[in-house]
Structures are given as structure tokens and as C-alpha cells.
């Protein structure tokens, strides 16, 4: 069974960083797309960031540019490093593992509890 753990979130100013750490157990890690997704108050969660066991990345639109992701093998971890962070920002983030669906990759496990990430204007 896979368990995910997400940790480094806290309160940043506008245009500070933070980088988020995923820990995964009860899988393959290597093997697996892993991806970040986001949730704000009120609004559904989105996809914000995944990396294939190949090292291929791809953003959404709104942190292209911005944020990093990357992921550590040997320690079974996927990192979302965050700059220039904007107020718009705010949210709690998750990890997940992500499986093909038809032209698209899509979130294939359960969530975790997530970070907050919260940024200040």
C-alpha cells in the first residue's frame, strides 16, 4: 500500500521559497510518475507538477518558471522546490503517484494529509 508524506510547508513572504519534500513507502519508487497537486481554500485541487521515472517534467502554467520539481530515487522522495512565491500561491500541497489516462497523466493513489504552504503579500 503506498504512503505518502508531504512536509515543508510553512509562512513565507511574497517572493521568498520553500522547497517540499514527499516521502513515499510501499512502492517501486523509481518506476512511478509522481506529481504535485495543489488545493486553496474554496477552490478545487490542481495539478501543479509531475517528473517520470525518466526525469521528464512538465508545470502547469501558473508556476512554469517558478517552481522545480525533482526526485531522489535512493530516498524515495520527489521535492517541489517553490520561488518567487505569490500570494496566489497559497494552498495545501500534495504528492501522488500519477498512471496514464488516455492522453493525459492523472493522480492513481490515495492523498495524504499535504503541507500548507501559506504566502504572505
Known amino acids: 500500500q503506498v504512503h505518502l508524506v508531504e512536509s515543508g510547508g510553512g509562512l513565507v513572504q511574497a517572493g521568498g521559497s520553500l522547497r517540499l519534500s514527499c516521502a513515499a513507502s510501499?512502492?517501486?519508487?523509481?518506476?512511478?510518475?509522481m506529481g504535485w497537486y495543489r488545493q486553496a481554500p474554496g477552490k478545487q485541487r490542481e495539478f501543479v507538477a509531475y517528473?517520470?521515472?525518466?526525469?521528464?517534467?512538465s508545470y502547469a502554467d501558473a508556476v512554469k518558471g517558478r517552481f522545480t520539481i525533482s526526485r531522489d530515487d535512493a530516498k524515495n522522495t520527489v521535492y517541489l522546490q517553490m520561488n518567487s512565491l505569490k500570494p496566489e500561491d497559497t494552498a495545501v500541497y500534495y504528492c501522488?503517484?500519477?498512471?496514464?489516462?488516455?492522453?493525459?497523466?492523472?493522480?492513481?493513489?490515495?492523498w495524504g494529509q499535504g503541507t500548507q504552504v501559506t504566502v504572505s503579500s
Open positions: 517528473i517520470t521515472s525518466g526525469g521528464i517534467t
Open positions: 501522488n503517484t500519477l498512471r496514464r489516462s488516455l492522453t493525459r497523466w492523472v493522480p492513481s493513489g490515495s
Open positions: 510501499g512502492i517501486n519508487f523509481s518506476t512511478f510518475v
